[in-house]
């Protein structure tokens, strides 16, 4: 095939991804969204019509696999019939769907590679950049507000978490380093392996020519490839009894296919085993390829000390991961920079847009407890709340001895005195001491229904009629039972300052999701609208208050202005005082029915206590009875006659 021939194949390919059906990849962000709520309407009336939930549910589904779509799998019929329903499913769903398609014909073109736009199509990045500015300015435009009265925006939420970069950055390298330190106390050694996918996977070739094995797969393809690779050399581990922990980097190349890196340590003896499992799973594709240097598939370094640390050979992938911040290494040339000479301050915005587009994780520790506890943990630094709850619950001493130790270790930041608490590396999960206390919410708001059943449960449902679980605390065992710590206090409720500065939200459908664990209900709204639309009709002064509570669908009418200018009030202003705060008399009376709940939970949490305290005392008790009646059997001193018929039952 002639390099003219290839270059039109390659063009049809491109050209293919854009249509999904119905659906066409190269249409605009209003166009998904009218169509998106086309699809789910469509979906509803058919359900609705057809009356019978399973041919319902079939029929959605033919209509998402002619999108080219993947279906929701784990959920129920009910569960899953109303998320094809919804029109925030199918506009999240094509937006992924869209955003992928247009970068993988980026990539078939030979757009995305280091003489174009390295890592990510400069046509993805600047999707990514206008995806991060909307998703900043709503983050500016939704308050959180707490039981005790305490508001913030969450972009200043986000900024105190890991979404924050540096902390991000700074949690993994303390993890790495001190992981390292409890490895060199315990006599392990580490091994620093890269494993690249075969050559199929690549569309351009090292040197940026266009690469004619590639066979059309997209990285998601590739990084399936290297999990299948990991999970073969993880199960191969556990039969031949190899302990193995450490931490995965998935990076991209220059032409967006992901490689991995593996900082692991091990037993020493077992080292040699280690590496030739991993280096027959590598190189056992297309073995062809690999003939001449089986480096450029799958390449073991061995951590010299003498030229480094673990987190040393490892901090440069992390920076240029997460925000290409580092601390430039004295006497190493062109530390700032990647592997294909460019600065990491601009590599790692594009290396983000990537694994943001193909839904790539780029961390991942193995064989090491869970850093789930490690952060819940860091939450209890109130001692009051914490004393306080130990005074309701009275948790056993040996279960709050083993909390006390694990929260001093968490909250000094030491990593490595946590990693021993928990029992040390290479333990299945089930062995720690400490898991996360997962709850689901109870309620007894009349409107908890589910929308497909129409029934109502006490357990506070989301919006597609599921039970909501959220991590509350931790669950620390013991020999005598199993005791519950609340870590997370707070209770937030969220609102929009407005329509901020020309923002749209009916086009931010996704980010607008109820991920905070609160159900985001449209009855008020729709009733406020209603009221407001009977009191215009009656006349505009009586609407005036209600104007601040619709969304504006025209501007004020001259007549309007004209009054609002000679009061001296300016538009603004004029909507905060159609729309003022609650009063602080019913916020008062909301934090002190909050903190009623409160202790009410906390005296039922007691009660459950004593009682199975009782239990446990009589059961005791007549263990104990039993017992002492056998021995007098047996010394003679009791008949079997004297005792009672059912003692022994």
């Not at 095939?1 to 249409?27: E, V, Y």
């Not at 078939?108 to 890592?119: D, E, M």
């Not at 780029?362 to 009051?384: A, I």
């Not at 006390?404 to 990593?415: K, P, S, V, Y």
Request: with cysteine.
């Amino acid at each position: 095939m002639t390099s003219h021939a290839a270059f039109i194949d390659r063009q049809a390919l491109a050209d293919s991804l854009l249509n999904c059906g119905p659906w066409k990849c190269c249409s605009d962000d209003q166009a998904l969204i009218d169509h998106a709520t086309a699809q789910a309407r469509a979906i509803e009336l058919e359900a609705a019509s057809l009356g019978d939930p399973v041919y319902a549910l079939q029929r959605a589904r033919r209509r998402v696999a002619l999108h080219c779509l993947p279906l929701p799998t784990g959920h129920s019929t009910a569960g899953e019939l109303l998320r094809l329903a919804c029109p925030m499913w199918w506009r999240r769903q094509l937006r992924r769907l869209t955003s992928r398609r247009r970068e993988q014909r980026q990539r078939i073109l030979g757009r995305t590679q280091k003489r174009a736009g390295i890592y990510v199509s400069n046509e993805g990045y600047r999707r990514r950049i206008d995806q991060t500015t909307r998703n900043a300015r709503l983050l500016e435009a939704i308050t959180a507000t707490n039981q005790d009265g305490d508001q913030y925006t969450l972009a200043e939420l986000a900024e105190l978490g890991l979404a924050n970069p540096e902390f991000r950055r700074a949690e993994l390298m303390l993890r790495i380093a001190d992981t390292e330190r409890e490895a060199d106390r315990a006599g392990h050694c580490g091994m620093f392996y890269t494993i690249t996918t075969p050559s199929r996977f690549h569309p351009v070739r090292q040197n940026a020519s266009i690469n004619h094995k590639y066979a059309g797969a997209n990285p998601r393809e590739a990084q399936a490839y290297l999990q299948n690779l990991w999970a073969k050399a993880r199960a191969k581990f556990k039969r031949d009894g190899l302990g193995i922990y450490g931490i995965r980097v998935a990076e991209p190349h220059h032409d967006g296919t992901p490689h991995w890196h593996l900082l692991i340590w091990m037993r020493p003896e077992d080292e040699p085993k280690v590496t030739s499992i991993l280096r027959r799973y590598s190189l056992e594709d297309s073995p062809g390829e690999v003939k001449r240097n089986t480096n450029v598939r799958f390449k073991p370094v061995a951590i010299d000390r003498s030229k480094g640390s673990a987190a040393g050979y490892v901090a440069k992938y992390v920076a240029k991961n997460i925000n290409g911040k580092q601390h430039t290494r004295q006497g190493v040339p062109s530390d700032n920079l990647d592997h294909y000479g460019q600065p990491l301050e601009t590599s790692a915005p594009r290396i983000e847009a990537w694994a943001a587009c193909w839904g790539i994780r780029q961390f991942q520790f193995v064989g090491l407890p869970s850093v789930t506890v490690w952060r819940e943990l860091r939450r209890l630094k109130d001692e009051q709340r914490l004393a306080d709850w130990e005074a309701a619950t009275r948790p056993e001493p040996e279960a709050a001895a083993i909390l006390g130790e694990l929260r001093q270790a968490a909250n000094a930041g030491a990593w490595d005195k946590y990693l021993h608490l928990m029992g040390g590396p290479m333990q299945p999960r089930d062995a720690a001491p400490i898991r996360p206390w997962r709850v689901v919410r109870q309620t007894v708001d009349a409107a908890n229904i589910n929308p497909m059943t129409g029934e109502w449960s006490s357990d506070t449902l989301g919006r597609y009629g599921e039970p909501m679980a959220g991590i509350w605390g931790l669950v620390v065992s013991s020999q005598l039972g199993e005791t519950e710590y609340l870590t997370r206090y707070y209770r937030w409720t969220f609102e929009r300052k407005g329509e901020a500065a020309g923002f749209d939200f009916k086009r931010v459908g996704e980010a607008a999701a109820p991920w905070t664990g609160v159900i985001n209900c449209t009855h008020s709204a729709i009733k406020h609208e209603r009221e407001a639309r009977e009191l215009a009709a009656k006349g505009p002064l009586k609407a005036f208050r209600y104007m601040g509570e619709l969304k504006p669908k025209r501007p004020l009418w001259p007549w309007e202005k004209s009054i609002l200018f000679e009061r001296g009030v300016t538009e603004s202003e004029w909507f905060r005082r159609m729309c003022p705060p609650l009063p602080r008399e019913q916020v008062n009376r909301i934090q002190q029915q909050a903190k009623v709940d409160a202790h009410q939970c906390r005296i039922d949490s007691v009660r459950r206590r004593l009682e199975h305290e009782d239990r446990e005392r009589l059961r005791a008790s007549l263990d104990e009875g039993r017992e002492l009646v056998l021995d007098w059997l047996l010394d003679g001193e009791l008949s079997l006659a004297d005792i009672p018929p059912g003692v022994f039952a």
